[in-house]
């Protein structure tokens, strides 16, 4: 069964409790602390250093589901891209945009094989949707194209849950929330030879007198900090700061979620040394 088809139509109503608005400030707070400054741009046209804010002005919101952090964002004044794989997410978020007017840019991709049409200035990736990549290969290939296509010096601002998390927090617990409207029934397991989460999703929605039910399966692996820390060397993209997302503090052994600032690097990745040996 694939991921987030008839669960995007009520993905919103579930996650009503999400903090999107602290997500955004917090991020934005990170913009200002670690971003380049918009104006050293050098000896260049008037022009030339207008299209250069702008493009650092310009943010990727990298599996950004049905868009409400994209929608935040763009109220915040930064010129948002939205991507995710999810055709009925995506669906969701460009008719908030509809409903909004705001200029969002969306695009349909699998985030290993990004692809923008120009360099942006920030690429954020939150609720956990890293996790949803469950090798050392793809989290890799993903860093690289975020590298790829960040501006000079842009920042790649990132959260993911822990092995700990997984392990220890979720385990194989059941959670189930019954409502109004909708209900679901969250059943976990733990694989813990692979560090994968594999949580079933049960989920019940009214249709006049009557609900309909329907099934996901979802598979999340579980990460280490000091493994990021290694998968964004291996891409060429320089480590900046980790902290605990509950509490933004320094990480600890029972952060269940983590957020990595990062930026672009210089340096040659692991893929291009090895064609270069070649």
Partial sequence: MEAYTD????????MDDTPYEEWC?????????YGAAADNVGAVSRQTAENLRQERNTILDL???????????????????GVDNAQEMLQIAIEKRERSGLDILYLLQDMRELELYGTVG???SVCDSLNYLLTEKDIVQTFERVNNYLYPQGLFI????????????????????????CSFIWENYYHEEQEINEYDLTVFVAE?????????????R???????????????????????A?????????????????????????????????
């Fill in 208 to 220: 006049g007198a009557l609900f309909r039910r329907f099934q996901e399966v979802h598979y999340q």
């Fill in 25 to 33: 400030g917090f991020l934005v707070g990170l913009f200002q602390k």
């Fill in 122 to 124: 920030a690429v954020v």
């Fill in 246 to 278: 509950d509490t933004h503090e320094d990480v600890t052994e029972e952060s269940g979620r983590i957020y990595v600032v990062a930026r672009k690097g210089t340096g040659t990745t692991a893929n291009q040394a090895a064609a270069l040996n070649d």
């Fill in 63 to 81: 599996g950004c589901g049905t868009g409400t952090l994209t929608e935040l964002l763009a109220r915040r004044g930064y010129d948002m891209i």
């Fill in 158 to 181: 990132f959260d993911f849950n822990t092995v700990y998390k997984y392990a220890v927090v979720i385990g194989d617990a059941t959670i189930a929330e019954n409502r109004e409207d």
């Fill in 222 to 244: 579980g990460y280490r900090l000091e493994q990021m820390r290694d998968f964004l060397r291996q891409a060429g993209l320089s480590f900046v700061a980790a902290m605990d």
């Fill in 7 to 14: 669960f995007a139509e009520v993905y919103d109503e579930l």
